[in-house]
């Protein structure tokens, strides 16, 4: 063995990298994941928010012990996928809304919009980040009794409603 083979054998002996699995959904197109207990997650989609492009991807909720997509996923998804241009427009207003706003600069430099999620039993929501240097004045719009958190986010489907924190987004976007 050769002092190159000897490095190649240890190489491969360490490579503790999940294999990535990908297949066709008859919905979702492309869907990938990473090892046996990640979600699958769907090319990249444009979402045009307060007169903004963000790239996103689906995030499709599995199982440890089931890698399916239910049918609930399923229905959940075609319909965000075939009414994405009527769902930009109601994330928009509702989250200008929520934060009392017409200045769709300030929200767009103060929020990241992370990921569309559907959940096992098909809420579909769009999960967002404040930026560290976010413009501090856009959360003075929020109601008074609102519990808000830098994690938050927006439900779409099956029912528009507002995530403000990240006991409520938990509960919506993931079934634990």
């Not at 990908?22 to 492309?30: A, H, P, Q």
């Not at 207003?93 to 959940?119: A, G």
């Amino acid at each position: 063995m050769g002092l190159f083979d000897m490095f190649k054998e240890k190489k491969e002996k360490n490579n503790n990298t999940p294999e990535k699995e990908t297949k066709t959904d008859e919905v979702f197109g492309n869907i990938s994941r990473l090892g046996q207990v990640s979600d699958w997650y769907t090319e990249e989609y444009k979402l045009n928010l307060f007169n903004n492009e963000y790239k996103v991807q689906i995030a499709i909720e599995v199982k440890d012990d089931d890698s399916s997509i239910t049918d609930k996923q399923h229905i959940a998804g075609k319909k965000f996928i075939e009414n994405i241009d009527e769902y930009q427009k109601t994330i928009t207003n509702e989250i200008m809304n929520f934060f009392n706003t017409d200045d769709y600069n300030k929200v767009y430099n103060s929020i990241l919009v992370d990921s569309v999620r559907i959940s096992r039993i098909g809420n579909v929501c769009v999960l967002m980040n404040c930026l560290e240097d976010a413009d501090e004045s856009l959360f003075s719009g929020i109601a008074k009794d609102v519990i808000f958190t830098d994690s938050f986010g927006i439900k779409i489907y099956p029912e528009v409603k507002i995530l403000p924190n990240e006991d409520e987004v938990t509960i919506n976007a993931f079934d634990y």
